[in-house]
């Protein structure tokens, strides 16, 4: 069991990265990587959605819509689980890190529609995890996430200094800083 868990956390975080080679969860990756702090706090944010998500997702689909032979709901209930834990996420760091609240900005919100953290529930559902094991894979992708979204805001910041052609500043430099970096990751293919 905790081998299974192991290489589960390795292939969530590492070889199938979320954003890296399953392309999902973009939006905040390329929008709240400028700096690493608000990177990292993303991240953060992330982790504690996606693992919270994970483990309420699978109960309710476990004990709720399976025994009641309402599967097909999955996604509206995740879609609506996610939400409210956004929304906790967002009071919560409102009253207690307005710092990192007000750096967020417009992409705290978007953690309910970031596809990364809909596609972990329903790939959790998807291969048959348990709560546990779905939990494990959940914080697996999340750190995943992070580690992906802060190496990205690291290597912005240093972009910062260095010589851009004109017509590659901005978001075309971005992009392709995150191509190599997908690139880079696929050599994590051959771990496992």
């Known amino acids: 069991m905790i081998k299974e868990l192991l290489i589960i956390m390795i292939s969530s975080s590492l070889v199938s990265n979320v954003v890296l080679s399953q392309f999902l969860g973009l939006c905040p990756f ?3 990587s400028k700096k690493t702090n608000t990177a990292a706090g993303m991240g953060t944010a992330v982790i504690f959605v996606i ?7 699978g109960a309710i689909y476990k ?9 097909y ?3 509206i209930v995740f879609i609506l689980v996610i939400a409210a834990l956004v929304q906790f996420v967002e ?8 710092s990192l609240y007000q750096a967020l900005g417009v992409y705290l919100p978007l953690i309910t529609t970031n596809c990364a953290v809909l596609g972990v529930a329903l790939t959790n559902v998807q291969k048959n995890y348990g ?5 494990v894979n959940g914080f697996a992708t999340a ?6 979204i802060v190496i990205l805001a690291g290597i912005r910041e240093k972009m910062e200094y260095n010589d851009i052609p004109e017509s ?7 992009l392709i800083t995150a191509g190599l970096m997908a690139i880079a990751f696929c050599g994590f293919s051959g771990l496992l």
Do not use: N
């Open 30 to 32: 390329l929008g709240v």
């Open 73 to 75: 709901l999955q996604t």
């Open 168 to 174: 590659f500043k901005g978001m075309p430099i971005v």
């Open 143 to 148: 750190v995943g996430f992070t580690i992906s």
């Open 131 to 135: 709560i546990l094991t779905g939990v």
């Open 91 to 98: 009071m919560f760091l409102k009253k207690f890190m307005k």
């Open 51 to 57: 693992t919270l998500a994970s483990a309420v997702a």
């Open 63 to 71: 004990y709720i819509l399976v025994p009641f032979d309402l599967t």
